[in-house]
């Protein structure tokens, strides 16, 4: 499968191959207005930072995620894993310039590197308020992407970098992740 990397500045992808042979999808785009109203509430650090971006990271799963069996829990939680390595190495290659940046937790909702908010934030209704893919409300809500179905893991990381930036380290991180 190609992983890819999308930004709203409508720059050519960057094409990766992951070597699970399952996709990875990063996009970067300018925030829902849910975000944009409800910033202080998720992110209360974030007073006063202007302009910032999200970089949503889908991941292909190898199951379908739509039931809660043993083995879709333990591929959510190998899913979170790589997400939070490959986020944590984006986020302080972005900070250590300077960028305030911090990725949600897609368990929980809340950010790992700020103080949580009053509310958490939702993966997946920003996906489908930024990407238009559907949401099949279950236990959970569960994300529809237009190739892998429900086997998708989305999450997010909220940055002030630049676009550019993030998807110059983004190209740099991706492969030490296995994301090539």
């Given at each position: 499968?190609?992983?890819?990397?999308y930004?709203?500045?409508?720059a050519?992808?960057?094409?990766?191959?992951?070597?699970?042979?399952?996709?990875?999808?990063?996009?970067i785009?300018?925030p829902?207005?849910?975000i944009?109203?409800?910033?202080?509430?998720?992110?209360?650090?974030?007073?006063?930072?202007?302009?910032f971006?999200?970089?949503i990271v889908?991941?292909?799963?190898?199951y379908?995620?739509?039931?809660?069996?043993?083995?879709?829990?333990q591929e959510?939680?190998?899913?979170r894993?790589k997400f939070m390595?490959?986020?944590?190495?984006?986020a302080f290659q972005l900070?250590d310039?300077?960028?305030?940046?911090?990725l949600?937790d897609?368990?929980?909702?809340y950010?790992?590197l700020s103080?949580?908010?009053e509310?958490?934030?939702?993966d997946?209704?920003?996906?489908k308020?930024?990407?238009?893919y559907p949401?099949m409300?279950?236990?959970?809500?569960?994300?529809?992407?237009?190739?892998?179905?429900?086997a998708?893991?989305?999450?997010?990381?909220i940055?002030v970098?630049p676009?550019k930036m993030?998807?110059?380290?983004?190209k740099?991180?991706a492969?030490?992740?296995?994301?090539?």
């Amino acid at each position: 499968m190609i992983s890819q990397v999308y930004t709203s500045e409508k720059a050519c992808p960057i094409n990766l191959v992951g070597n699970t042979g399952l996709g990875v999808e990063i996009s970067i785009h300018s925030p829902s207005d849910y975000i944009c109203a409800n910033c202080e509430r998720i992110l209360p650090d974030w007073k006063n930072q202007g302009c910032f971006w999200v970089i949503i990271v889908l991941q292909q799963s190898r199951y379908q995620l739509v039931k809660s069996t043993t083995q879709i829990e333990q591929e959510k939680q190998r899913l979170r894993e790589k997400f939070m390595r490959f986020g944590c190495d984006l986020a302080f290659q972005l900070r250590d310039r300077g960028y305030v940046t911090d990725l949600i937790d897609p368990r929980t909702g809340y950010p790992l590197l700020s103080h949580p908010g009053e509310i958490p934030h939702n993966d997946t209704a920003v996906v489908k308020a930024l990407l238009n893919y559907p949401v099949m409300k279950n236990k959970c809500r569960v994300l529809i992407h237009p190739l892998w179905g429900a086997a998708v893991y989305p999450s997010v990381l909220i940055s002030v970098a630049p676009p550019k930036m993030i998807k110059t380290f983004t190209k740099e991180i991706a492969p030490l992740h296995g994301w090539n």
